[in-house]
């Protein structure tokens, strides 16, 4: 049974804001259809009534998401609409639902047709919107001290994740939540990471290669291959397009003293900071450092440089990107020399509390490190190599795009959601 309302056309200081009130018992056609006219709203809105929930829809988004096959490209999944010919002014002509759909046909008399679920999976109430943020979109992330470090650092299996989509989802999943996993009874063997990394998607490859080895080497590229202590720091923070995740393959642990791992989760730091020193936090999410990497590496030279504060935050204030490196920032201030003292100070101080909140342990040979490069610092005391005793670590990266495009596929295959 359909339901039609047909409507008046309207001036454009008198427009209407249809209420399609509709609830009851479908099978036996109750329905309560209202229309209630809007003349203050300057915009137009169907309001549909939809598992007992009361669910409002712009005219001029409704028509914007036309379903139609001139509107969008049914294969390639995307609108297809011609813009220069669109009316953000566009009117409804009529509205006609069952139980399933909504059509609407507009003043231009283009048709529309919207399943009801895939409107409740686009809803604007500000519930479903992060409802749809916190699990599609992006799971949130948990802060953690180092002390809860073996409580949120998972285990994961290396066999089940290259076989099992549901173990897959899992690893990802966490990874996103925590900032860091734990891969075990990982092969031994130099293309196990690929084996990984395939499920996801795509290696990110940087002037270090494809893949990079870290091991002990004299006259390095680069410190990270010295058996010195490694201050805790993110990766290639001189990358604009700075690698998402950090995967380092322990091939050979050292079996003296010494080698282990250090995480701390800046995105506690950083809470931690704005609460209780504020005038640093301001600091270090306001001014530029210059991060950078010149060298050459296997016959490459390179030239890195990019300038972006400590702490990124987003346009919500939210931490976005963290940068830490005390070999890869570079000697040029991009700021005033008043500013330069204060810097240091907040700069020294975020180091000293990311070492405070620090998790420590040692992986062993089998495991893949798998952590956010762009919200976790890491680091390693130092170590000694042993004839015979090589601590070698096979590394890779991957960016958060395949990782969190990825989690969405699996989500929507394992967990599908109505009108996805
Ligand atoms: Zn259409």
Redesign the pocket.
Known sequence: MLQNILLRRLSATNRLKVHLDLFGDFKHNKFHINSVFNKSNKDDFVEIKFQGKSLRFPNVWLRDN?Q?E??FHQSAKSRI?DLSKFNVDVQLKTVVQDETTVQITWDDN?S?KYGLHWLKFRSFTPEDQLKYTNTLYQPVKKLWHGEDFQKICSKHDYNKIVNCDDALHNWLQDLATYGVVLIQNTPHSNIALDGIIERVGFIKRTHYGVKFVVENVANTSNVAYLSSNLQMHVDLPYYEYCPGVNMLHCLVQTVSEGGENLLADCHYTSCYMKEHHPEEYKLLTETDVEWSDVGVEHGNEFFKLYRSPVICLDRHGAVKRINFSVPQRGSHFPGSIETVKPWYEAHGLFYELNQKFAAKFKTKAGDILVFDNIRLLHGRNAYEDKSGNVRKLLGAYVDWDEIYSRLRCLKAKLYPVEGI
Do not use: T
Request: some cysteine; overall charge neutral.
């Open positions: 036309c139609c001139q509107c609409l283009h529309s």
